[in-house]
């Protein structure tokens, strides 16, 4: 007897070349490890220090010929790896996005949502955006195109998210760091009927939030950095959700630093599509330090295994891979 096959699953699995993703995850999953044993110890740039130090050794294993266009540190004055370090063993040349520890606080004071992330892309491909603000707005998959602007009022936004999502405003989510420079974003939000979700780190997972069914955050905005804003929109990419950014600038300096690395005719004040942050095919992969809405943290269920959680994306083909590993060693020896 033959089951028929709903008209809408492929009946081949597509193949679209090779997947760095399980490469990537190896990075991010060092990071996480190492990160992981500094969570509540109140020291953040120790916790970023040691991410920064595995994941710059676990990228020697990596089969590219990788250059770190965005990389993490400077707003902070915390380790990084920096703007044109090479890393990679050799191979096609790529671009590296990385945050070896998004969300330091958070795992300084074993909070949700610290994780490690690795964004790869073709050279050229993601944007080169300095350690600076970017103002920036994000929903999940399966809407109108164009649905929320990041030139409308909050308001506005919220109207048009709720008529394609055919709900009231008032069952929407809406997620934004806790930050002073929120203020009026939230008390506006709230004035328009929506929940708001605050968190006090960590928008990477915050933007990725918006794309998860299991969430319950239907929508992000507001402003974090910059280079978190090229990593969340990697991921985006991949998960088929919308995003829009604009770089924020307190000073000419910062205006003539980032002409200087993207390129000189830039528009300081244009808006900033999902492919004007991250083009081409795009890979992502993210390892949970402590437990949160995107993936649980590092977990230690015996003296001689370390349990980790990661996520690969893949733009290309649309394929999300959730991935538990455990890790052997010898605690005598650590």
Request: aromatic share 4%.
């Amino acid at each position: 007897m033959t089951t028929k096959q709903p008209h809408h699953v492929p009946h081949e699995y597509r193949v679209t070349g090779r997947n760095l993703g399980l490469d990537l995850a190896r990075v991010t999953e060092a990071a996480a490890i190492a990160s992981a044993r500094w969570t509540g110890r109140g020291d953040k740039n120790a916790a970023d220090g040691a991410a920064v130090e595995a994941m710059r050794k676990a990228f020697d294993t990596v089969a590219i010929d990788g250059t770190v266009t965005i990389g993490e540190g400077e707003m902070d004055e915390a380790p990084m790896l920096y703007i044109g370090e090479k890393v990679g063993c050799g191979g096609p040349e790529m671009d590296i996005a990385v945050d070896p520890l998004e969300g330091t606080n958070l795992c300084a004071r074993s909070l949700p949502n610290a994780i490690t992330v690795v964004a790869l892309a073709q050279k050229g491909c993601f944007l080169h955006a300095p350690d600076i603000y970017m103002q920036k707005i994000a929903v999940g998959p399966g809407l109108p195109e164009g649905v929320v602007d990041i030139d409308a009022s909050i308001g506005q936004n919220l109207a048009s998210l709720a008529q394609a999502k055919k709900c009231d405003v008032s069952d929407l989510v809406l997620c934004a760091l806790e930050r002073e420079r929120h203020e009026e974003l939230v008390a506006k939000a709230r004035e328009a009927g929506v929940r708001v979700r605050l968190l006090s780190d960590g928008d990477v997972a915050a933007v990725i939030a918006t794309c998860l069914p299991g969430s319950g955050v239907d929508i992000y905005a507001g402003s974090g950095g910059a280079p978190e804003g090229v990593l969340a929109a990697a991921a985006i990419r991949c998960m088929n959700g919308q995003m829009q950014g604009r770089l924020l600038f307190e000073n000419e300096a910062q205006i003539t630093r980032t002409r200087r690395m993207i390129r000189p005719d830039l528009d300081p004040t244009q808006a900033l599509s999902l492919t004007d942050m991250a083009a081409g095919p795009v890979f992502f992969c993210a390892t949970g330090v402590t437990a949160g809405d995107l993936l649980r943290g590092i977990e230690y269920p015996s003296d001689n295994y370390i349990r980790t959680h990661s996520v690969m994306m893949r733009s290309e083909s649309g394929t999300i891979r959730y991935m538990e590993t455990y890790h052997h060693f010898d605690p005598h020896k650590v």
